[in-house]
């Protein structure tokens, strides 16, 4: 029987430049990015027709105390942007990637960093013939301009996202987010313009939430997110978070372990809003999230039926189309892949359009 062995929390970290690159051939990367792609979330995947995203991390840490987060070491450490080029360098000549996912939440929290990191793959691209889209999370306070953008969009950017959470500032105030609902509106104005996605998250359920603060919320987004991917959904309260240990004191989650084994099951009602009225807010922000309501529509121009990974049908059913279609935007023809359950019957897509990066919905 095989003990588990805990040990000391160390955080004398060495400089970050000279740590080694990760190295996922353990886990099997070539395999999954062969054949399990296509099972990634829409938005890693939607600007390439036969899309294979691959993950880097730029920077650790973070500065900021989001009240939902777990607890994590709070210093913030950029690499170098010459080591981060050759991670790229060396990542795709073994793994052939056509998207690039930047995972850390904080990127090009300056003007100086994004110019450099977009130097550094334009020139990638002329030197070894890459050939990827990108995309990239960052903080409101990054301060991000239509310059900086266009620069972005040239060297590949397809999308970045805001830690949004709440366009209430009752609830941005008591998640600690520092931000202000302006800073995303005018971040959003400007992907528009750029021809970049944008996107963000939606979550309800801090214990600051009324029925009023979901409303400022729902009319933000019926307001400025109807070509923007912002996702809905409802605040998970993880062990090890300050939202979590709040409700713990007041008598909640006493068992951990119970728990966390069910956290997947049904929502938990941190907020003072009754349950059942607080039931049906929830019933509502699934209804939006999995409907994409008012989400431009546009029609199917052309299926063509592609080879796909067999074993990953198994699981999902259906068969993978080539979709062709024209965005209902910026009028562009646009081809991506996605699995259809049954082209007799009535369906619609959920997607992004490839050239200026807006959420479309197409209709068969």
């Known amino acids: 029987m095989k003990v588990a062995t805990f040990t000391k929390t160390n955080y004398d970290y060495k400089p970050i430049d000279e740590l080694p690159f990760p190295d996922y051939e353990p886990f099997g990367i070539k ?3 062969d ?3 296509q099972a990634t979330r829409l938005l890693y995947r939607y600007s390439r027709v036969n899309p294979r995203p691959f993950g880097i991390v730029t920077a650790r840490g973070c500065p900021f105390t989001c009240t939902f987060c777990v607890e994590h070491q709070r210093g913030y450490r950029e690499r170098d942007i010459s080591a981060i080029m050759e991670e790229i360098r060396v990542s795709y000549e073994k793994y052939h990637f056509n998207i690039l996912l930047i995972l850390d939440e904080l990127f090009a929290v300056n003007k100086r960093r994004m110019t450099e990191f977009c130097g550094g793959i334009l020139a990638g691209k002329q030197k070894y013939g890459w050939d990827f889209d990108w995309m ?3 903080h409101a306070s990054a301060k991000l301009d239509l310059e900086t953008l266009k620069l972005a969009k040239t060297a590949g950017c397809s999308l970045f996202s805001y830690g949004l959470e709440s366009a209430s500032p009752i609830v941005l105030k008591s998640m600690n987010k520092k931000i202000k609902v302006e800073q995303v509106v005018e971040a959003i104005h400007l992907a528009e313009e750029a021809g970049v996605g944008f996107s963000a998250n939606l979550i309800f359920g801090d214990p600051a939430e009324t029925q009023e603060t979901m409303a400022e919320s729902l009319s933000f ?3 400025y997110c109807k070509s923007a991917f912002i996702f809905l959904a409802n605040l998970a309260p ?9 409700c713990r004191k007041k008598g ?5 372990q119970e728990y966390y084994e069910k956290i997947d099951q049904a929502p938990v009602n941190l907020t003072a809003i009754p349950e059942r009225e607080y039931g049906g807010l929830l019933q509502l922000v699934k209804f939006l999230e999995q409907s994409w309501l008012f989400t431009r529509v546009t029609p199917i121009l052309k299926l063509e039926e592609v080879e796909s990974d067999a074993l990953l049908l198994r699981y999902q059913g ?3 189309y080539k979709v062709t279609a024209k965005c209902p935007y910026c009028g562009e023809v646009i081809e991506y892949k996605e699995r259809i359950q049954d082209i007799r019957q009535p369906f619609w897509l959920g997607t992004g359009c490839t050239k200026c990066n807006r959420k479309i919905k197409v209709v068969s």
Not at 238 to 246: H, K, L, M, T, W
Not at 252 to 256: A, D, L, P, R, T
């Open 31 to 33: 395999g999954m990015m």
């Open 35 to 37: 054949n399990y792609s």
């Open 318 to 320: 259906g068969f993978y």
């Open 252 to 256: 909640m989650f006493q068992n951990k």
């Open 238 to 246: 993880y062990p090890g978070s300050a939202v979590f240990e709040a």
């Open 136 to 138: 990239f999370q960052t």
């Open 221 to 223: 987004w019926m307001t």
